[in-house]
């Protein structure tokens, strides 16, 4: 079945730390990828995607994300984490061979002073 | 200009009331959608609009009734709601359903049934 994974519930980062935040995909073709952000009471905004060349994609916030077949991932990274990142973190895609479209179970993120 | 505009921001009915949310997008997208999202939890699909044609209902209570009056505008009619209702209600449009189209998301409605 095609599926979206993220494997950690919650993260806690200190700001100014660097961040990753896993993301696997379970897709038999070509997938599609993105990363959105939810604040408290706000809706998603989209931080990037992915659907085809360079594998690895710049977004908005200083956020960057990279896609590897080879581990059927597609983790979202950023070198140095601002308070104001703390937030729900969802990764959604969706492939080639049909029009659904997935979110994984979110990871929520809190910086610490 | 990517912006998906939803409202009212917060809405509280009863379970008898009849009351509509309603979306509006100004980028040319072809396909809108309706999730709905409880607290710590995904969005979850409740109906897709493609060219203003009902393309996919999640198997969603009849309570809840979409409308796609024209390819800027989406309503999502409520009546006779249960308090397992209350949920953020998304809205979101993309330029068709094809691979690659990006889904962008509204601020929601926050729904509360009492």
């Known amino acids: 079945a095609q599926s979206v994974t993220q494997p950690d519930i919650h993260i806690t980062v200190s700001e100014g730390a660097s961040l990753e935040l896993r993301c696997n995909y379970s897709y038999g073709a070509t997938p599609y990828l993105f990363w959105y952000v939810q604040s408290p009471g706000q809706g998603l905004q989209l931080l990037l995607k992915y659907f085809s060349g360079d594998t690895l994609v710049q977004g908005i916030k200083g956020f960057e994300a990279e896609f590897k077949r080879s581990q059927s991932s597609f983790n979202l990274r950023k070198p140095s984490v601002h308070w104001s990142d703390a937030a729900e973190y969802f990764c959604?895609?969706?492939?080639?061979?049909?029009?659904?479209?997935?979110f994984g179970t979110g990871t929520s993120l809190t910086v610490i002073p | 200009d990517t912006e998906v505009t939803q409202t009212p921001k917060h809405l509280v009915m009863g379970m008898t009331n009849k009351k509509s949310l309603k979306c509006e997008q100004h980028?040319?997208?072809?396909?809108m959608y309706w999730y709905k999202q409880k607290a710590k939890k995904p969005p979850e699909l409740m109906f897709v609009y493609s060219y203003e044609k009902l393309s996919i209902n999640e198997s969603v209570p009849s309570r809840f009734s979409p409308e796609c009056p024209n390819s800027s505008l989406l309503n999502l009619h409520l009546h006779a709601l249960q308090p397992e209702d209350s949920a953020l209600y998304l809205c979101?449009?993309?330029?068709?359903?094809?691979?690659?189209?990006?889904?962008?998301f509204g601020e929601g409605s926050w729904l509360t049934v009492v």
């Open positions: 959604a895609g969706g492939s080639n061979t049909g029009n659904q479209f997935y």
């Open positions: 979101a449009s993309s330029r068709g359903q094809g691979y690659g189209d990006t889904i962008y």
């Open positions: 980028m040319g997208h072809r396909a």
